[in-house]
C-alpha cells in the first residue's frame, strides 16, 4: 500500500471517530406540527464532568447510560417521551418480581420548561442529582422513568419531595425494549399538549432500589467506583450526579458537557448550598 493510501485510511477514520460528535452538534433539529422532535446527543460521553466511572458490578455495562437519542411524540391525548441509550437495556435484577417496568439499572428524569419565565418553576433539582437550573430555565414539569413500580415512585416522592408532588408526572405507562426507554403521559398532566416554545433536559442516572434517605432513588457518585458505585467524582453532595445529559446544539457537545457538569464548587463539602451546585441547560429544540 503507498503512502498516500494509508494518509487517505488514517484521515479517513479519524473522520469517522468525529461524525458522531460533529452530527450532534451541527444536525438541524426536525420538529412536526404537534411539536414532536428527535434530539441526538453523541455517543461516549456518558461520564459526567468527563472522569465518570461505571460501578464495578457486570450489570453496569458500557454504555448502558449513555443517551443517544431523546425523542419526543405527541399523539392525541398521551405523549411518548423516548430516551434511547448506546447499549441493549436489560432486566439482570428481573423487576418483575418487585412490580417493576421491565428493565433494572436505569432511570430518568425528563425536565420540562414550558413557559420560559423567570420565577415560574423549579431551579432545585430532584433530590440526589445534585444540579440545579438557571431561573429563566426552571422546570416546571418532570417525567420521571424508573424502572421502580408507581406505588414504590409515589412513596418515595410523598417522602423526599412532597412540595413538587403536583409537577412530578409518573407515567401511566414505562417500558423498555431494545435500547429505548418510553414513558407514556397523559397530556392533561404536562398542563396540555406540547408547543414549540418547551424546553427539555433529559438527566441521566441509575435506579438505586435502596437509596440514601434524602435520595430520589438515585445512586450516588463517589470518589472512587465500587461494586454499585460510580466513581471519579466527590464522597460530598457537591458534585453532579447525573452520568449523561442534553447540551444544546453548536460546537463540540462532548466538550460543553464536561465543562457544564464541572462547574460546581469543590470546596463546598461540610455544607453544600444551591449556588455551590452545577447549573444545567434546557434545550428548545422547536423554538423558533
Given amino acids: 500500500m503507498t503512502l498516500p493510501s494509508v494518509r487517505s485510511l488514517l484521515a479517513s477514520a479519524l473522520l469517522a471517530s468525529l461524525a458522531p ?13 404537534k411539536s414532536g422532535f428527535k434530539f441526538p446527543d453523541p455517543a461516549g460521553d456518558d461520564k459526567g464532568p468527563g472522569t465518570y466511572i461505571y460501578p464495578t458490578d457486570a450489570v ?3 454504555g448502558s447510560f449513555d443517551i443517544t437519542e431523546f425523542e419526543v411524540v405527541p399523539s392525541g391525548d398521551t405523549v411518548e417521551f423516548k430516551v434511547t441509550v448506546k447499549a441493549r437495556i ?32 423549579v431551579t432545585a433539582s ?3 442529582f ?5 431561573e429563566e ?15 414504590r415512585v409515589n412513596s418515595e416522592i410523598d417522602s423526599k419531595c412532597p412540595q413538587w408532588k403536583d409537577r412530578i408526572i409518573v407515567p401511566k405507562l414505562t417500558r423498555a425494549q431494545g435500547r429505548t426507554l418510553t414513558a407514556v403521559v397523559d397530556v392533561k398532566a404536562l398542563g396540555g399538549p406540547p408547543q414549540a416554545g418547551w424546553g427539555y433536559q433529559v438527566l441521566m442516572q441509575s435506579n438505586e432500589g435502596f437509596p440514601d434517605k434524602t435520595d430520589l432513588l438515585t445512586r450516588k457518585v463517589n470518589e472512587f ?3 454499585h458505585r460510580f466513581g471519579g467524582g466527590s464522597d460530598y453532595d457537591n458534585d ?3 452520568i449523561d445529559m442534553l447540551v444544546p446544539p453548536g460546537g463540540d457537545p462532548v466538550a460543553k458537557q464536561y465543562e457544564i457538569l464541572s462547574k460546581y464548587n469543590k470546596a463546598a463539602t461540610t455544607s453544600v448550598k444551591p449556588e455551590d451546585l452545577a447549573v444545567v441547560p434546557m434545550v428548545y429544540p422547536c423554538a423558533k
Avoid at 460528535?21 to 406540527?33: E, N, R
Avoid at 436489560?90 to 425528563?110: L, R, T
Wanted: with cysteine; charged share 20%.
Fill in 225 to 227: 467506583e465500587g461494586q
Fill in 60 to 62: 453496569y455495562k458500557p
Fill in 21 to 33: 460528535a460533529a452530527l450532534a452538534a451541527d444536525v438541524a433539529i426536525a420538529c412536526s406540527a
Fill in 240 to 242: 453532579p450526579h447525573v
Fill in 90 to 121: 436489560e432486566d439482570p435484577w428481573d423487576s418483575a418480581a418487585w412490580g417493576g417496568n421491565g428493565f433494572s439499572v436505569q432511570m430518568a428524569a425528563i425536565h420540562i420548561d414550558t413557559d420560559h419565565k423567570k420565577g415560574s418553576g
Fill in 137 to 151: 430555565e426552571a422546570w416546571d414539569k418532570v417525567v420521571i422513568i424508573s424502572p421502580q413500580g408507581p406505588t
Fill in 126 to 128: 430532584l433530590p440526589g
Fill in 130 to 134: 445534585n444540579v440545579r437550573f438557571a
